[in-house]
């Protein structure tokens, strides 16, 4: 991305007339992309998991599209039937991320690493696409087991690595400074994990004092419920002590005439 971003600068000083016209166009719609990407970057590392449906949801339908792809040219259609299958596939899979909160983070964990570990690694043979992919895999299914840790965790390095790139890419970097996109990718991504966790712990906070709150009450009412029960016995009691006393009273009486 670097190279490329080097390469059409030098191409832009040498070139005259429509083409430089039209890359000079160009060059302005790569800096806008950029710049969308470090904005987009920026709020899934620092709010990956508050997003994490409607993230889901996106990834669902990206995943639907490339299914729906495969599954069009493997069975052969043409025409306006791809389209249409790819459409259908999409909408699926993307109100299945949606609604099943565990399939949306098993979705968006899987891709979101293989684009993280495609940028960082570039593999180049089938092997390591391969191993990538595994990877990939087994933590899209730790992810099912542990949502919050793992989407928090998944979203911030995606999205650290994605404003980090773009940013170093619309710096300038050449092919000689490639650490730094890579170390601004590291920083943006402790500081987005540890902002995830800090809002996290704090929700997990207030929902453990409304539960202490509403335990409390219910231990309260159950106190004056105990009490009043109380009361009532001990009222009871006294009445039966009453009525004792007057037969005992109506007895004696009886003997003395």
Not at 43 to 56: D, T
Not at 202 to 231: D, T
Not at 232 to 237: A, H, I, P, V, W
């Amino acid at each position: 991305m670097e190279m490329a971003w080097n390469v059409k600068d030098g191409i832009l000083g040498n070139m005259e007339g429509p083409t430089s016209v039209f890359l000079a166009g160009t060059s302005q719609m790569m800096t806008v992309i950029f710049a969308v990407m470090i904005v987009v970057g920026i709020i899934v590392c620092f709010f990956g998991l508050k997003l994490l449906r409607v993230l889901a949801a996106l990834a669902g339908l990206l995943a639907g599209v490339s299914i729906g792809m495969a599954l069009a040219f493997g069975i052969g259609l043409t025409g306006m039937a791809v389209p249409g299958v790819c459409l259908a596939c999409a909408l699926i899979l993307a109100v299945l991320c949606a609604v099943v909160r565990r399939f949306g983070a098993f979705v968006l964990t899987l891709i979101n690493m293989m684009g993280v570990l495609g940028a960082l690694l570039w593999p180049r043979s089938w092997i390591l696409a391969g191993v990538c992919a595994a990877a990939a895999l087994l933590i899209a299914v730790i992810a099912v087991i542990k949502t919050e840790a793992v989407v928090v965790v998944i979203t911030g390095i995606s999205g650290g690595v994605s404003a980090g790139i773009s940013a170093a890419a619309l710096i300038g970097m050449n092919e000689k400074n490639w650490w730094i996109g890579y170390a601004i990718s590291a920083v943006l991504a402790l500081i987005g994990i540890w902002i995830q966790f800090m809002m996290q712990s704090r929700k997990i906070g207030k929902k453990e004092k409304v539960y202490s709150r509403q335990i409390r009450e219910e231990v309260s009412r159950e106190s004056e419920v105990e009490r009043a029960r109380q009361i009532l016995d001990e009222d009871g009691e006294d009445e039966d002590d009453g009525d004792g006393d007057a037969g005992e009273d109506i007895t004696i009486i009886s003997e003395e005439l």
